[in-house]
């Protein structure tokens, strides 16, 4: 103990308080953000002299064809996400049912529809008039298939139904990670199963599954991409007619991607606004 | 006196352990119990028991005038359906260990959200009954503060008015001070002796030997599973029969 302190300072060395102090310098930040500069510069150098006519860009960013597509794309996503929310939230109480039929049967929906590729469910709606000529509900119904199921139809079933599987799988467990004193407290007040399941439970459990069904709207806005295969005349369906025409692939399809980044930021910015809606009982906020 | 509660043979068993051993219990209007006894001696499941929080194995508590969870026919017990059991559970109101406050709702919104949802008030009256409970728990200033806000003391003094906002006949109490600081204990014990005190039936689970000795018309203690001693607090405090009994309490007394 004697001995380390003769080596370092000893008391009588100490310097007076107040002394300046020198952060340390981190050089190989500054590296690491030139080096990221520089590639990004590169990138952007590439991209405004590579083959790319960017005034036919511009001139259909803004098109007829092109803007009533992306209202189609925003039409087929908000339904499709409607549809798979209210799956989601149907088949996610059916998943933790008491009996077991209905337990079983949103397990089998899960397995099917989250099973299968989102690609191969739209091809099948689309074409379900193979199998059912008819669509006939004795006394309501009784129309041709095919004029039913137009692209749209198909493409909400098959987007929406897909999603409600994934999100079955969030509202189960959004309702299983809800406080089960919170349930008890419902009973003792007299609160039937219903009430507590409206008032007490999905409202709680909306918060907790927020994130995902922001993830989902996101991820929908660019699904419904899927459903030009179908001749759906959604924003890339459009895109590409015009581009077998003139053949402007590459700019056509740049004026798609800026579209749907568009759209993706300001399903982000919304979800930012929901989220703080949900959660200020969880915050400082009074 | 008259009799509010009465448990006949109450039996409850988890994964083949018994809980509780048969437990015959009588409760008068304006009496105050306290249930003492251990960890693991079935205080808490006895009262989950009363109010049907959890279904008893065999027997049942019979609470002003009705049998809980049950009708009776013929020579059995029909189990009741759902919206007459909650009906049922309306009349008994319960406080837990650990609060449960709905987070979702604000401490008005807790305390308004039985009366109108189950009682059919509107929201201005229950609100302005809400108010009042909240005043008489001194909450009345926190009304629209959300509970991740409060204290322990003061979420389970909103539990205390959102259970009364329903007119209850009885007052369950389930180790109403356990999960609290020592120091937030104090202020959830005063509003229970002043319940007690305004004459309100009341059943209540706890450690606080202090609170059974002043508060407490009659002192029950569990001991795995069964009644080992019950009488006026005092006696059962100062002069338990049991060995048991006084093992246990001169280790929480110690």
């Not at chain 1, 803004?62 to 149907?90: M, N, R, Y």
């Not at chain 2, 989950?48 to 969870?69: F, K, T």
Request: glycine content about 10%; overall charge positive.
């Amino acid at each position: 103990m004697a001995a380390e302190t003769k080596q370092g300072l000893s008391p009588q060395d100490l310097p007076p308080p107040g002394l300046a102090v020198r952060r340390l310098v981190h050089p190989w930040r500054w590296v690491a953000g030139a080096v990221v500069i520089a590639v990004l510069a590169l990138l952007v150098r590439a991209f405004a002299k590579g083959q790319i006519r960017w005034p036919i860009v511009g001139e259909f960013l803004a098109a007829d064809v092109i803007v009533k597509g992306f209202g189609w794309t925003l039409l087929l996503t908000f339904a499709a996400l409607a549809l798979g929310i209210l799956l989601g939230f149907v088949f996610g109480v059916m998943r933790l049912s008491a009996n077991p039929v209905l337990r079983f049967a949103a397990w089998l929906y899960v397995w099917i529809f989250r099973g299968t590729p989102v690609l191969l469910q739209l091809l099948i709606w689309f074409n379900i008039a193979l199998v059912f000529p008819r669509l006939y509900i004795p006394g309501l119904v009784d129309v041709k298939m095919v004029e039913v199921m137009t692209p749209l139809v198909a493409a909400v079933l098959g987007l929406g139904m897909n999603e409600g599987s994934y999100l079955t799988e969030a509202v189960r467990g959004g309702i299983l990670s809800v406080d089960r004193g919170q349930v008890e407290a419902a009973h003792t007040l007299g609160m039937t199963p219903g009430q507590t399941m409206r008032r007490i439970m999905l409202p709680q459990t909306m918060r907790l599954i927020l994130p995902v069904l922001g993830n989902s709207a996101v991820g929908m806005l660019k699904f419904t991409s899927l459903a030009a295969t179908i001749a759906m005349p959604e924003m890339l369906n459009a895109a590409q007619r015009i581009y077998f025409i003139n053949g402007a692939v590459i700019e056509l399809l740049f004026v798609c991607a800026i579209w749907y980044l568009a759209g993706t930021t300001l399903l982000s910015i919304g979800q930012y606004y929901l989220e703080r809606h949900f959660g200020r009982s969880a915050g400082g906020r009074a | 006196m008259t009799v509010a509660v009465r448990t006949v043979g109450v039996r409850k068993a988890f994964s083949g352990h018994e809980v509780l051993k048969g437990i015959d219990l009588e409760v008068s209007y304006g009496e105050v119990l306290c249930i003492l006894g251990p960890s693991g001696s079935g205080k808490s499941t006895l009262l989950r028991c009363i109010n049907h929080l959890e279904m008893p194995d065999s027997g049942y508590a019979w609470v002003d005038g009705q049998i809980i969870g049950y009708e009776l026919r013929g020579k059995a017990l029909h189990e009741l359906p759902v919206r007459r059991l909650r009906a049922q559970q309306s009349q008994l109101g319960m406080v837990f260990q650990h609060f449960n406050l709905f987070a979702h709702r604000t401490v008005i919104g807790n305390v308004i959200e039985g009366p109108m949802l189950v009682r059919g008030q509107t929201r201005e009256a229950a609100t302005k009954r809400g108010m009042e409970l909240l005043d008489m728990v001194g909450m009345a200033a926190k009304a629209e503060a959300w509970p991740s806000q409060l204290s322990g003391g003061q979420k389970q003094r909103v539990a205390i008015a959102r259970a009364l906002a329903m007119e209850p006949r009885v007052m369950l109490f389930d180790e109403p001070t356990s999960a609290l600081d020592p120091e937030l204990v104090g202020e959830v014990l005063e509003v229970m002796k002043r319940l007690a005190a305004a004459g309100t039936t009341m059943i209540v689970v706890t450690h606080e030997i202090g609170f059974a000795r002043e508060v407490a018309d009659r002192v029950v203690v569990m001991i795995d599973g069964e009644i080992r001693e019950a009488g006026p607090a005092a006696q059962v405090l100062a002069n338990p029969s049991d060995p048991r009994v006084r093992t246990f309490l001169g280790r929480v007394l110690a």
